[in-house]
């Protein structure tokens, strides 16, 4: 079981409500109190004293963090604190990204292709574990390529995702990335410190397809621009800025 005992009310409620979004078994005490029996952890501040059981384990928090501090004492209660922590990733223009320790699923996000690398690493921030791992799966090349390539200062594997989006039932629409991300980050692959990101003629032509369908003028990119886009350093959008303000200062010379 979780206590929660902590005199820090900020803190307090948002354990709790971490706790109770959770659906996990817990009390609360007041700091200094004895822990009830089948007390396994103990949620506090550093100003909190508390008795701890001869089994149990402390888990200590700062007001801010209250959803690591549940996702730490979740992982404790249920044998995860021996596992690793691994993040499974479905590579793509708004990536699956899923967070275990062990085999424990404790986070789960979907963002745009921009923000994955911050939102891995915003995770993995102040992690127990020493030893993070990121697994990468090897479909959406460019995407897949960008994503190993930003991703500096962590274990990255390249896993072969094949089979790893499971059949959606109804009700189950647009969970796929993250299901998939999570069979991801069970599956064990290449040990890669970066992708070769040298995109096709044909991944160049559909990124110049796609500017002329965005741009209001029907206006095309350069294949040079359109590499651009797909090594992500620019965005469609950027790039179609882009090669029209150079018409505009050509035309202008002229």
Do not use: C, W
Not at 239 to 253: F, I, K, P, Q, V
């Amino acid at each position: 079981m979780i206590v929660v005992a902590t005199d820090d009310f900020e803190l307090y409620h948002d354990v709790v409500g971490e706790l109770r979004d959770r659906d996990v078994r817990f009390t609360t005490i007041e700091s200094g109190a004895d822990p009830p029996p089948g007390t396994r952890v103990v949620i506090r501040t550093p100003s909190d004293t508390i008795s701890l059981p001869p089994d149990a384990e402390s888990v200590v928090v700062a007001g801010s963090e209250a959803r690591r501090a549940v996702e730490s004492a979740v992982s404790i209660l249920r044998g995860g604190d021996d596992g690793r922590t691994v993040v499974g990733v479905d590579p793509g223009s708004s990536p699956g990204i899923a967070i275990l320790v062990g085999d424990e699923i404790i986070g789960a996000f979907q963002v745009p292709l921009s923000e994955a690398v911050g939102t891995i690493k915003s995770e993995l921030t102040d992690v127990d574990d020493s030893d993070p791992i990121v697994r990468v799966g090897n479909g959406a090349r460019l995407q897949g390529a960008q994503l190993v390539n930003d991703l500096e200062d962590v274990a990255v594997e390249l896993v072969d995702e094949a089979g790893t989006t499971p059949y959606l039932g109804a009700g189950a629409r647009g969970m796929g990335d993250i299901l998939a991300a999570v069979n991801i980050a069970r599956r064990s692959g290449e040990v890669i410190e970066t992708r070769t990101l040298e995109p096709t003629a044909g991944e160049i032509q559909r990124i110049k397809d796609r500017s002329r369908q965005m741009a209001p003028e029907n206006r095309t990119i350069d294949a040079k621009l359109a590499r651009r886009v797909a090594i992500g350093e620019l965005t469609l959008t950027e790039a179609l800025s882009r090669h029209r303000n150079d018409n505009d200062t050509h035309t202008e010379s002229d």
